[in-house]
């Protein structure tokens, strides 16, 4: 058990990435608070974690908002009694079109999500953390953030703030023991897929597909192996790194 005695929440965690890497948390012996903004798949993914045998509460949030940042770090103290990994996970994007299409009600949402979300999480999770002498904490951000692709120019953006804003983060928040990496996955099988490719259909599939040296999307599973690690002890050398879990797309 890999986090076996850990307290981890987990944005975004109804469905994708986050599904995953909730499931494969509780799988390795942490408990999880599954968060996500839409309550009838967080509860399926909480009460599938606990007929597991897993343990996991679920507690609605909208990761732009400061209150319900605070609600999901307080509920991890309240259920589980302390907080080890802070997963940011949850994410935005626009449908792929050109950048003066994209609306600005569409920036601000993205900008929220992506980027100030990332902030606001720190704001309650830090102070804890630092009481309880160190901690992870995990960003999801993009290959786009690294080598975007056209079409999506604010979500590119955005994930190269998300980037940013880890290393920002670890170098500040070494001295408290706290590490702060961030995954940079490549289009994987979510449901923002069809959004990023503009339309889903075989032909976009395929040019999106040949992109990636090793020949496939990401999956789910491929990004929560990947948080395990650099949310373990194993990692705990590791901080401000930008994993790019990409089948060599940033190569």
Known sequence: ??????????????????????????EEGAAVIVSDINVEDGERVTDTICGAGGRARFIAADVSRDDD???????????????DIMVNNAGYTHRNKPMLDVTEDEVDRILAVNVKAIWLAARHCVPLMRAQG?????NTASTAGLRPRPGLTVYNASKGGAVIMTKSMAVELAPDNIRVNCLCP?????????DFMGEDTPERRAM????????RFSQPDDIAKAALYLSSDEAAFITGVALEVDGGRCV
């Open 186 to 194: 490549v289009a994987g099988e979510t449901a923002m897929l069809g």
């Open 208 to 215: 999106f597909q040949s992109t990636i040296p090793l020949g």
């Open 134 to 138: 160190g901690g992870s904490i995990l």
């Open 69 to 83: 940042a605070k609600k999901m770090v307080d509920g991890a103290v309240e259920h589980f009694g302390r907080l």
């Open 1 to 26: 058990m890999r986090l076996e005695g850990k307290v981890a929440v987990v944005t975004g965690a109804a469905s994708g990435f986050g599904e995953a890497i909730a499931s494969r948390f509780a």
